[in-house]
């Protein structure tokens, strides 16, 4: 199955789920037209795949209709010949960095907050140097490899980013209360996805008085979804998902191969609304643990980007369309660490992106049916 056979599969929905896939979605199935000249072809067949297929491009743009999300798909892209950084051993480029790392010795290194650091079997918490918001920390992991974790791990990082949320809002009402305060928690791994620092770590923020754009933005459109339809938008999103063999759950999460990814293999988990607590942060956290382990496993995962987006900590006297709203994760591949090209242009930052994974490929290396180890895990 692949992006290409969308249009039929539709088509061929269930009643109910096809009523949702008109709701939600917008298919257009664009062709792409060239003419290779005599002296291209033999590079063009060697690099990119037979003539008639370059000469013959299939595009295929999905619409989110209650989002705006969109993505153009074209899988001839991920051929292309990009130029990559002399160095190829990433290996030897981690050990390096591990002489004068100083999130290997965070206590003597690092700076702390205020209310001290909290410490986890994996990790500990650090104040991040240079804040980006006005409560803004660090998960430093005691390993130094930033690619060597497991679902254990992943699970206890979550759990010290829920106790250092609730640290925060102790924090906030000693200083009177005030505004509502709305957590973040974001894993940027290795230099594509935006680190700076090579030794694996986590970022936590809290924003004050309102909640980040992209994050109010489903939410309002998931409020409005509700309004207008009688019905929960994540609900019906799950359910023309596992219809199309895009969504599968596993206990309470809930894993969506995005149709309309920001960048390579989108990934969301959802798991059903509630308070960032302790144990449903460890709970996402072992969700994401076990797909990161598999992309590392099947796809060669290097770099990544995970975004959580998390209830407001004042719980229910929170007003807005919270009592409906999941916890949500989102997790994509940023690709090979020494390539030379960004994978983000002017396309994904002003337009939408254009990606070269298929979905379908993306929920075939995940779902559990596929491997039995990942499902007993
Ligand atoms: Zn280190």
Redesign the pocket.
Known sequence: MSIFDLPRLAEELPFREKALWHRIYEIDVLHGKLELVPGLRSWVEEKLGSGPEVENQKIIRTTNLISGEGALFNSLRSRRPTARFPETDLESLVEE??SN?P??SPEERTPGERFGRIRGKYCLTAANLAKYDGYHGLIIARE?HPLRFNEDMVEDYFRVAARWFQEVKTDAALRGGGPALYPFLIWNCLWPAGSSIL?GHLQLTVAQRRPYPRLKQLLDCSTRYGHRYGSNYFQDLYTLYKALGLGWEKGESRFLSMLTPIKEKEVWILLPPGPATPDRLGQAGRAVGRVLGRLKQQACLQSFNVGVYLPPLGGEAEPGGWEDFPLVVRLVDRGDVFNRTADFGAMELFALSVISSDPFSVAGLLKPSHNAEFSSG
């Open positions: 960095h591990r790392c999130f290997c130094h030794h």
